[in-house]
C-alpha cells in the first residue's frame, strides 16, 4: 500500500458543544478546545475531528448548517479557529472539520432565496418537486421519522415540496446541479484555505436521488420505506459527484477524508476508500447498520460482545481484500457508549472499557477515540424524556409510547440506544457540572462524574485514561507501529465471549496476537510454540503469561503480545 502522511496516525473527535465551555454560557466552545490541547497531546493523538461549528439553529446540533464559512458565535469567531489550528499544529495535531454537504439548514440564505422565489438559482439548489397523485413524491422516510418531503414554505397548498432525508431543517441540496456542486466545492476550498487537513464527510450516500422519486416496499406498517435502502440501492451512481468534489478539493491539499458511509459492499469499499478511492478511508460503521437495520429503538437488537467481533472482524477482511483504508471505532456522537453498547453488563465500568479499547486500538487502519472514551466514560443514566436533547431521541420516544409503551419502558429505551449518551459534557473533574461549564451545561451531566473524570485519571497508572495513553504510543510506536497500520489481520477463534485477533508482516516474520476476554469465567489459552519468545507488549485488568506459554485472562482481561 502506497504510504500517506496520516497512516499510522491516531485520531480523536471532539463534539465541540460538550467539550469544554471557556466563558460559562454552558456551551462548550473553540476557546475551551484550545484550553484543552495539552490534554489531547499528552493523549497522544494527531488528528482532530471538530463536529460542525458553523452557525446554526441546531436543530440537529449544527449538522444543519446556516452558514458554511462562518463559526457559530456560541463557538467563537474565525480568528479564535485559526489560533485554533495553529496552536493545534503547535503540538502536532491536525484540525479536520466536519463536511455536511448533503443538506443544509432551512435558516440559510440559499434555502430562504429559494423559497422566496421558485425560480431563483437557489431554488435548483435543492430537490423541490411536484406532488403525484395528490400525494408527496415518493413514501421515503425520513432518518429522523416522518416522510422525506414538506411542502416548500409559502407554497403550501400548491403541491410542491422539498426533499429532506433529514430533519424537516435540513432541506437536502441538489448535486444533479453543477452550480450547487461549486458552491460546496468553493467551501471546502475556503476551509483548506484556512488550515484544515481534512474532513470527515457527513451523510454522503444520501446526495444521489433517482430523479423519478420512485416508492420503494413498505419496510413498516406506515407503508414508508427508509430513505437509507434508496441510498443503498443508488450506491453505483455517485461515483462521478464524489470524484469531482475529491478532485476540485481535497487532492489540492493532499487531505485527509473520512467518510460516513454505511452500506459498503466488497465493491464499492474499493472505490471509496481504496488506494486512489473518494475518500481516504470510511468509518467501520458496522455495528451501527447492523442495529439501524431495523427503523425503530423498539426493534433494536442487543449485539453481544461476540456479535460486535463478527462485525468488526468482517470489516477488517473486507477492507484487508481490497486494499483500503478504514477507521475503526467504538462509539461516536450518533452512538451510545461502545462500553455500554458492546460489553456484558458486568463489563460496563472501567473494567470493560480497557477490554475494548485493547480490542480497538491495534485494528488495522486509523483509530478514532470520541472524546470521553479515553476515561471509560460510559451512558448516562436520563430520567425522563425532558432530560434528552436529541431530535431523533425525542420522535423515537413518541414511536414508542404510540406503540403502548408506558413512560418509563420509553425512556429506558431512549436511553439505551439514544445518541445524547454520547454528547453529555465532558467529565473533566469533580467540581459543578464536571468543570465542563461554570454556567448550566446545555444538557445533564453524566452521573458518575464526582468519581469518573479526567482529573481523578491523569497521571495515574492503572487508570482507563493511562491505559489509552499506553495504547497510542504502543500503536505509534517505530518497532510495531507499520505491523499496526498495515499488517495483515486475521481473527481467531478462541471461545465465546473472546474476541481475538493477530496482526503480522511475513516480510519481516512478525506476528502480534490480541486476546480480550468478555467472559465472567477465566480464559487459559496456550500460544503453543509460539511462545518460546513472546513478549507481551500490554495489558489489562490482570491478564499475563505464563512462563510455559499460557495466556491468563480473568474477566475482561486483555493482552497483546509479540511472537
Ligand atoms: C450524520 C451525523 C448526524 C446527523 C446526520 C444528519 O449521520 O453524524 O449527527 O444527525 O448526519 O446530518
Redesign the pocket.
Known amino acids: 500500500m502506497e504510504q500517506k502522511w496520516w497512516h499510522g496516525k491516531v485520531a480523536y473527535q471532539i463534539y465541540p458543544k460538550s467539550f469544554c465551555d471557556s466563558n460559562g454560557d454552558g456551551v462548550g466552545d473553540l476557546r475551551g478546545i484550545i484550553s484543552k490541547l495539552d490534554y489531547l497531546q499528552a493523549l497522544g493523538v494527531d488528528i482532530v475531528w471538530l ?1 460542525p461549528i458553523y452557525p446554526s439553529p441546531f436543530i ?2 449544527g ?2 448548517i446556516a452558514d458554511y464559512v462562518n463559526i457559530a458565535p456560541v463557538f467563537g469567531n474565525l480568528d479564535d479557529f485559526d489560533e485554533l489550528v495553529a496552536e493545534a499544529k503547535k503540538r502536532n495535531i491536525d484540525i479536520v472539520m466536519d463536511l ?1 454537504a ?2 443544509c439548514s432551512s435558516e440559510h440564505e440559499w434555502f430562504k432565496k429559494a423559497c422566496a422565489d421558485l425560480n431563483s438559482e437557489e431554488a435548483g439548489y435543492f430537490y423541490f418537486v411536484k406532488g403525484k397523485d395528490g400525494k408527496v413524491p415518493n413514501n421515503l422516510r425520513s ?1 429522523f421519522g416522518g416522510s422525506v418531503w414538506e411542502p416548500v414554505p409559502g407554497h403550501e397548498g400548491e403541491d410542491i415540496y422539498y426533499s429532506h432525508y ?1 430533519a424537516k431543517a ?1 432541506p437536502d441540496l441538489n448535486w444533479n446541479n453543477p452550480k450547487l456542486r461549486e458552491q460546496v466545492f468553493n467551501l471546502v476550498n475556503f476551509w483548506i484555505d484556512r488550515g484544515v487537513k481534512g474532513f470527515r464527510v ?2 454522503i450516500l444520501s446526495i444521489v436521488k433517482d430523479l423519478s422519486f420512485p416508492d420503494l416496499p413498505a419496510d413498516d406498517t406506515d407503508g414508508m420505506c427508509h430513505a437509507a435502502k434508496m441510498n443503498a440501492k443508488l450506491l453505483d451512481r455517485i461515483g462521478p459527484y464524489l470524484t469531482e468534489l475529491r478532485d476540485k478539493t481535497f487532492k489540492r491539499a493532499n487531505c485527509f477524508t473520512v467518510g ?1 458511509v454505511l452500506t459498503v459492499t466488497t465493491d464499492s469499499v474499493s472505490k471509496f476508500a481504496g488506494p486512489d478511492g473518494y475518500f481516504s478511508t470510511l468509518f467501520d460503521l458496522s455495528c451501527r447498520e447492523k442495529i439501524e437495520a431495523f427503523p425503530h429503538y423498539r426493534e433494536y437488537p442487543t449485539l453481544s460482545p461476540d456479535d460486535f467481533a463478527e462485525c468488526v472482524f468482517n470489516t477488517q477482511e473486507l477492507y484487508q481484500k481490497v486494499d483500503a483504508f478504514v477507521a475503526p471505532i467504538i462509539e ?3 452512538e451510545p457508549r461502545g462500553v455500554s453498547y458492546y460489553m456484558p453488563e458486568y463489563l460496563q465500568n472501567q473494567v470493560g472499557a480497557k477490554t475494548i479499547a485493547t480490542v480497538l486500538m491495534f485494528l488495522r487502519g486509523i483509530p478514532f477515540i470520541y472524546q470521553g472514551q479515553e476515561i471509560g466514560m460510559t451512558n448516562t443514566k436520563f430520567a425522563s424524556i425532558d432530560e434528552f436533547d436529541d431530535i ?1 431521541a425525542k420522535s423515537e420516544y413518541q414511536d414508542l409510547i404510540e406503540h403502548g409503551y408506558s413512560d418509563a419502558e420509553a425512556v429506558a429505551c431512549c436511553a439505551r440506544h439514544g ?1 445524547d449518551n454520547a454528547r453529555t459534557p465532558m467529565l473533566w473533574d469533580d467540581s459543578d457540572n464536571a468543570g465542563f461549564t461554570t454556567g448550566k451545561p446545555w444538557l445533564r451531566v453524566h452521573q458518575d462524574y464526582k468519581t469518573l473524570n479526567v482529573k481523578s485519571q491523569f497521571g495515574v497508572p492503572g487508570s482507563t485514561f493511562s491505559y489509552y495513553q499506553q495504547l497510542i504510543k504502543l500503536r505509534k510506536s517505530e518497532e510495531y507501529g507499520p505491523i499496526f497500520t498495515y499488517g495483515r489481520f486475521d481473527r481467531l477463534n478462541i471461545a465465546k465471549g473472546v474476541i481475538a485477533y493477530t496482526r503480522s508482516c511475513d516480510k519481516c516474520h512478525q506476528k502480534i496476537v490480541i486476546i480480550a476476554n468478555t467472559n465472567q469465567e477465566e480464559l487459559r489459552y496456550s500460544l503453543g510454540d509460539q511462545a518460546a519468545n513472546a513478549k507481551v507488549l500490554i495489558s489489562a485488568n490482570s491478564a499475563v503469561l505464563c512462563a510455559d506459554g499460557t495466556v491468563v485472562l480473568g474477566c475482561g482481561g486483555a493482552i497483546v503480545v509479540a511472537l
Do not use: G, K, P, W
Request: net charge negative; glycine share 0%.
Open positions: 463536529s440537529d446540533q449538522y444543519d455536511v448533503n443538506h432518518y433529514f435540513q457527513d451523510a460516513e461516536n456522537h450518533d431523533f445518541r
